[in-house]
């Protein structure tokens, strides 16, 4: 929850408009602003202090007790010009909320942490549990110093600078340099310099009998970790049987180790080799192993075998648990650009620009958003007509174990990379979409409301599809009298497929029907107009231009093409 204090009118204002566009996640809080900052500071995990930094120091001074637990806190000055990030840049996540209430008030993120000023990530940014010298490395990063890199467990890390050097594991001795480890084993980071990523690497797969105590399911899982040289921090999920989702014992050890608790069918387990099977769990539940396969299931190398807990009262035990090390993999994000214009570029498709180590994109789609990659971005880029070649490249560098980002304009489900990285992949890679604005949504925009019944969009290109399909296409959406967004609508080598598609509409719609044309939707050379099914001149069309073509029930109102949801609406119009 994000706590909002206020002082003045325009604070307030300000204030309000934050919490109109968040509502379920900010609360106002009124009265005295030091009581307001106090209960805030203490009930919520992030606060907007709509006051004077020097103001909210003193405040919040007192408040403070650690970076790892306070909360971030961001001030916007009186005129909305500033959002500043004031406590908790990185570990209260104020940077960030910093950029977001700067996008929704239209104020300049001010962030003075050293990592993010100069596009470095910050260890403790990197989505992993962090521990050692994350001051000393951090300076180091800044400093340009050279950096070695282990990675025991490969996991798709942000780009790290060029002088982050990858060495094999175990090849660097503590003291010899700064050095990043990441790796799930129980280390001595070596005092200063140092510091260790925990991945969430390591399933535990429990077993539990009706009525196990928590802290005996906690024990085991913890002692088995321990004796077997494992970071309890790199647990990514206890596993077990459906059987067992709701057994507290299981559900409060997850509870307190952070931790999701997954679970599997009785006949999936049955269907895991395993090395320790037996009567018990296949009698009870319906399969020889819980612990042990529930751990497997998804694969991995099994670290510690089924082990039984050990009871102080010499009762028979009522947990078991195994421990598997998961492999890496890769993280593929196809990454949706939206039509050109900055604003329009997602949140969402930023942070994953930035997470990326490796970025795969047509040329021109890269010197877009070439300025928004961390230094050290490896970029795979390539010209028109490589689009498979490009999906290849980019799931080939996700199966390395590297966090990569394959970038297409508009949506990239729409016409774009999507397609061909999907058919590439396979399980063995996470696949992340992000959405984006496409072609149609925007020109639709520019345009008026032409999308405000059924439509449908339609590529004119026969490069990839033959064109008595796409014709048929045509003539069922002419039939059906649905809006048409034709997408590829006009090349040099394709002149004749856009007035073959218009004739087949003309001849289910009248010579007025609305037609809306936009060429480079969003981008600084941007141009629009609204003409008609017989004005249209199809020499005026090309590749950068989308033609939207009305029902029978789109009008031209005031200029703008505007489909209504009902056909009553038409009735009463005419």
């Excluded at 637990?69 to 406590?87: K, M, N, Q, T």
């Excluded at 494992?230 to 509870?255: M, N, Q, R």
């Excluded at 590529?459 to 649905?482: F, G, K, M, N």
Aim: glycine letters at 12%.
């Amino acid at each position: 929850m994000i706590g909002l204090i206020s002082a003045t009118a325009a604070g307030a204002a300000a204030r309000d408009r934050l919490a109109a566009a968040w509502p379920d996640r900010t609360r106002v809080y009124e009265g005295p602003v030091a009581d307001a900052v106090r209960r805030a500071f203490g009930e919520c995990s992030q606060l907007v202090c709509f006051l004077a930094t020097g103001a909210v120091v003193r405040l919040v001074a007192p408040l403070l007790s650690d970076k790892a637990s306070d909360p971030g806190v961001v001030c916007v000055d009186e005129g909305g010009r500033f959002a500043v990030s004031l406590v908790g840049g990185h570990g209260g996540g104020a940077n960030e909320l910093a950029r977001a209430v700067g996008r929704l008030l239209g104020a300049e993120p001010v962030v003075t942490t050293a990592t993010d000023a100069v596009g470095v990530p910050g260890l403790d940014t990197l989505g992993l549990p962090v521990e050692g010298d994350v001051a000393g490395v951090s300076r180091a990063l800044l400093d340009g110093e050279p950096v070695a890199l282990e990675l025991e467990s490969t996991w798709p890390l942000p780009a790290l600078p060029s002088h982050v050097l990858p060495s094999r594991a175990g090849s660097a001795v503590p003291g010899d340099g700064p050095t990043i480890r990441v790796t799930d084993r129980l280390i001595d980071t070596g005092g200063t310099g140092e510091v260790v990523l925990r991945p969430p690497s390591l399933v535990v797969g429990v077993g539990a009998s009706k009525g196990a105590p928590v802290d005996e399911v906690l024990g085991l899982v913890e002692g088995a970790l321990a004796e077997a040289g494992l970071s309890v921090a790199s647990v990514a999920a206890l596993a077990t049987v459906d059987a067992k989702a709701d057994e507290p014992g299981i559900v409060g050890a997850a509870e307190r180790l952070g931790v999701p608790v997954v679970t599997y069918s009785a006949d999936e387990l049955a269907g895991v080799e395993v090395p320790n099977p037996s009567a018990a769990p296949l009698a009870a539940v319906g399969t020889p192993s819980v612990a042990e396969a529930a751990a497997l299931v998804g694969g991995g190398e099994l670290l510690v075998p089924k082990r039984k807990s050990a009871r102080a009262d010499g009762a028979p035990a009522m947990a078991t648990c195994a421990v598997v090390r998961r492999p890496g993999r890769g993280r593929l994000a196809v990454v949706g650009l939206g039509p050109g214009a900055r604003d329009l570029l997602t949140p969402r498709a930023e942070a994953e620009l930035r997470r990326a180590s490796v970025l795969v994109g047509l040329d021109q789609y890269v010197d877009q958003i070439r300025d928004l990659l961390r230094p050290g971005t490896r970029i795979l880029e390539s010209g028109l007509g490589a689009e498979e070649e490009r999906a290849r490249t980019a799931v080939a560098e996700a199966r390395k174990g590297q966090a990569v980002a394959l970038i297409g304009s508009g949506d990239a489900g729409v016409y774009a990379m999507a397609s061909p990285a999907l058919a590439e992949a396979s399980d063995d890679i996470d696949v992340v979409g992000v959405p984006g604005v496409t072609a149609a949504l925007a020109a639709g925009a520019i345009l008026g409301a032409p999308l405000g019944h059924d439509h449908v969009s339609i590529s004119l290109s026969d490069l990839h599809t033959p064109w008595h399909v796409i014709e048929r296409r045509v003539r069922a959406a002419a039939e059906a009298d649905i809006v048409v967004t034709f997408y590829n609508p006009r090349s040099r080598g394709r002149d004749w497929q856009l007035p073959k598609a218009l004739a087949i509409l003309g001849a289910h719609r009248e010579p007025t029907t609305p037609v809306g044309v936009v060429r480079n939707a969003s981008r600084p050379d941007e141009s629009s107009r609204v003409t008609t099914l017989a004005g249209l001149d199809p020499t005026t069309v090309d590749m950068m231009t989308v033609v939207t073509v009305g029902n029978t029930a789109t009008r031209n109102i005031a200029g703008r093409m505007v489909t209504p949801r009902g056909y009553r609406w038409q009735e009463t119009a005419q």
